[in-house]
């Protein structure tokens, strides 16, 4: 069955940096487009970033655009975020989720259990 | 880019009772539109795509219907493990603006 397992969160102070990673299993992960979504605490869903099947595609949000990199190894199945100056406001739990296959354009259909990144000093 | 506002904001409503949340996308999105129940403290899942298409495994008395703009999720009866917060999502063209979420409640 399709799996989604990040790591990678912890607790790092104001302006440092951050990687995140996203472990999957269970299908052709060099086939799907991969996305990363965050929750701060109490709020809701927020898109962060997405990266194509061959990785030759990326778009952030407007938030972090400059600040943080998507990237993916397909070779090792493995998803990554890498944070740098990190911000209070953007303590969370950052999820990765699995969006379109080739050639057909897909909604969030499997997510990670999520990983907890707390910003402070 | 493309907005995604939710309505209600929250809902309080009695177990067997037809619940209605709308979704409105601030320009066209087709059918490009999924909703999403997240249960408190748990992983969002994926309820509904392309508007209307029922996710397997979804009860059905879950529906969505809509085309555009807006769009509808529905609760036919609603049940006490429906408490959760239903978010929809453009997710077609980046960024795949999630709507803020509307917390169902039993009365």
């Known amino acids: 069955q399709v799996q989604l397992v990040e790591s990678g969160g912890g607790v790092v102070q104001p302006g440092r940096s951050l990687r995140l990673s996203c472990a999957a299993s269970?299908?052709?992960?060099?086939?799907?487009?991969m996305h990363w979504v965050r929750q701060a605490p109490g709020k809701g869903l927020e898109w962060v970033a997405v990266?194509?099947?061959?990785?030759?595609?990326?778009h952030y949000a407007d938030s972090v655009k400059g600040r943080f990199s998507i990237s993916r190894d397909n070779s090792k199945n493995t998803l990554y975020l890498q944070m740098n100056s990190l911000r209070t406001e953007e303590a969370a739990v950052y999820y990765c989720?699995?969006?379109?296959?080739?050639?057909?354009?897909?909604?969030?259909?499997?997510w990670g259990q999520g990983t907890l990144v707390t910003v402070s000093s | 880019d493309i907005q995604m506002t939710q309505s209600p904001s929250s809902l309080s409503a009695s177990v067997g009772d037809r619940v209605t949340i709308t979704c409105r996308a601030s320009?066209?999105?087709?059918?490009?539109l999924a909703w999403y129940q997240q249960k408190p403290g748990k992983v969002p899942n994926l309820l509904i795509y392309?508007?209307?298409t029922l996710q397997s495994g979804v009860p059905s008395r879950f529906s969505g219907s809509g085309s555009g703009t807006d769009f509808t999720l529905t609760i036919s009866s609603l049940q006490p493990e429906d408490v959760a917060t239903y978010y929809c999502?453009?997710?077609?063209?980046?960024?795949?603006?999630f709507g803020q979420g509307t917390k169902v409640e039993i009365k």
């Open positions: 392309a508007a209307s």
């Open positions: 990266i194509s099947y061959d990785g030759r595609n990326k």
């Open positions: 989720a699995r969006g379109d296959i080739v050639g057909a354009i897909l909604p969030f259909d499997s």
């Open positions: 269970g299908f052709t992960f060099s086939s799907y487009a």
């Open positions: 320009q066209g999105i087709s059918n490009y």
């Open positions: 999502q453009e997710y077609n063209i980046a960024p795949q603006t």
